[in-house]
């Protein structure tokens, strides 16, 4: 916290002052029930820190890099940076750690062919580019005749 507590309970007292929504009788006690409102959780954020420190599961924000196999779930991925929970790891997100897919993967050892998304989402895509069928629909090259010198001369 780079605010103090004291400080931070005078600017939320001085945001109410400004709205009105507190009077300037009661300007003392709204200040000191602001102070041990902020104090009370500070200790608590002190708890789950402490908790955190000694892996306590419950509040692990980020899953454990080490075995990335856990974070692809059928319905999910979990960010190994933010432990967010989302269906696919975009572009977009992974931009905000200031990583794109192919960092990431390098970073947690993630194998290069795994998609970075949940399994459902990934059969869902599998299944439609099955029954798109865009490899049929797509030009080949045997079958467009070359163009030769001669001909592009004439």
Known sequence: MAETLLEMAKALVMAQIEVQYVTPDNLRAALHSTYEALRQLQAIEAEESGARGRGHPAYSSAPDPSDWKKTITKHAIICLECGDSLKQLSRRHLQRHGLDAKAYRRKYGIPRRQPL?????????????????????????????????SSQAK
């Open 117 to 149: 998304s949940a399994r459902v989402a990934t059969a869902r895509r599998r299944q439609l580019a099955k029954s798109i069928r865009p490899w049929e629909k797509a030009p080949n090259a045997k079958s467009t005749p070359k163009r030769t010198r």
